[in-house]
């Protein structure tokens, strides 16, 4: 679970991050870090790392369209052969014989 918190704070602070490294690296004097993040256009910063972290949540969202009742049924050996993991809808009850 941190590895998704940790990924989903690189991808926020990625803008940012890269705009430091384009002033540092473009300009012939530096400023220093204070002076630089005070005037970066942070909120610009902040919605273009908002968008690249949802997009990228979006983008990897799981879209297996299961339910939460299906049964799974993991990866086996069949004749040799690895069968991938799979779910199967739940067993319906039989209906009572009067």
Do not use: C
């Not at 919605?47 to 993991?74: E, I, K």
């Amino acid at each position: 679970m941190i590895r998704i918190v940790i990924e989903n704070i690189f991808l926020f602070m990625l803008p940012t991050v890269l705009y430091l490294a384009w002033v540092a690296f473009t300009e012939n004097e530096w400023a220093g870090l204070p002076t630089v993040v005070r005037e970066a256009p942070l909120v610009r910063l902040f919605v273009a790392g908002a968008a690249l972290m949802l997009g990228t949540l979006v983008m990897f969202s799981s879209r297996s369209h299961n339910s939460p009742q299906d049964v799974y049924v993991p990866p086996s050996v069949e004749d040799g052969r690895i069968a991938p993991g799979h779910t199967l809808p739940p067993p319906q009850p039989e209906p009572a014989k009067p």
